[in-house]
Nanobody, 127 residues
């Protein structure tokens, strides 16, 4: 049984930092793990992806240079280090998994290609 559990959300002032964690269980060794976020009234968007088979990473332009996605295989955890936070980063953050080998580490961007989701963790950035 696959389970994803997020933690680490909270409230910070603009310019602050938070680190989100996604503990995964029941997944194979090769997965695309993406952090998505959804703000009220907006569509869910992917912000950072890691392919666990090669640790290849991808970032949306809105977070590039500020967010870092990483994995700790020993802890079965994927992290999202978020620095220089902005009010527009306020959203519910979800980690999602799309298991399986990916040729050339090409992970999907479409949320509907992710089979497993965590419950979400709220990030609020005040100005």
């Amino acid at each position: 049984q696959v389970q994803l559990v997020e933690s680490g959300g909270g409230s910070v002032q603009a310019g602050g930092s938070l680190t989100l964690a996604c503990v995964a269980s029941g997944l194979p060794s090769d997965n695309c793990i993406t952090w998505f976020r959804q703000a009220p009234g907006k569509e869910r968007e992917g912000v950072a992806t890691i392919y666990t088979g090669s640790m290849s990473v991808y970032y949306d332009d809105s977070v590039k240079g500020r967010f870092t996605i990483s994995q700790d295989n020993a802890k079965s955890t994927v992290y999202l280090q978020m620095n220089s936070l902005k009010p527009e980063d306020t959203a519910m953050y979800y980690c999602a998994a799309s298991p399986g080998f990916r040729y050339a580490a090409t992970c999907p961007a479409n949320q509907y290609e992710y089979n497993y989701w965590g419950q979400g963790t709220q990030v609020t950035v005040s100005s």
